[in-house]
């Protein structure tokens, strides 16, 4: 008998030492874009943080879209895809703090859009 784990990113039951499909395109440094090398500099995780704090910690499509808090498992969202408007990866009004399961259900929404009315909030600055 083999001994197996579950896989971290997809859940699938995989081999002891093997890596899960879903997880070579991410280690495939030839085929990595520049945007995903960005994605691991301690500027975005600066950039991270701040769109987490400014959305008060919480999914905001849930908030919006289903009147529920949820703080768990926070990620930022492009709402413009990385790979189309690169441009747009660092632009505060481009990023949403949404949960991992609402981060993957917009993924398949029609890219540059959300299923929910929202607004990036505006900056404030203190002298």
């Not at 093997?18 to 874009?33: L, P, V």
């Not at 905001?60 to 969202?77: A, G, P």
Request: charged share 30%.
């Amino acid at each position: 008998m083999a001994w197996t784990k579950i896989c971290s990113g997809c859940g699938k039951r995989i081999e002891y030492n093997a890596t899960c499909n879903c997880k070579n395109h991410i280690r495939n440094k030839s085929t990595e874009g520049e945007t995903d090398k960005l994605m691991r500099s301690s500027r975005w995780k600066k950039k991270r943080r701040y769109i987490i704090d400014r959305d008060i910690c919480m999914c905001q499509r849930c908030f919006w879209k289903y009147q529920t808090v949820n703080i768990t498992e926070l990620t930022v969202h492009h709402i413009h895809s990385r790979k189309n408007y690169p441009e747009l990866m660092w632009e505060d009004s481009n990023l949403i703090c949404v949960c991992m399961t609402c981060n993957n259900q917009l993924k398949k929404v029609k890219d540059g859009t959300l299923d929910f009315d929202w607004t990036a909030p505006e900056e404030e600055y203190h002298l």
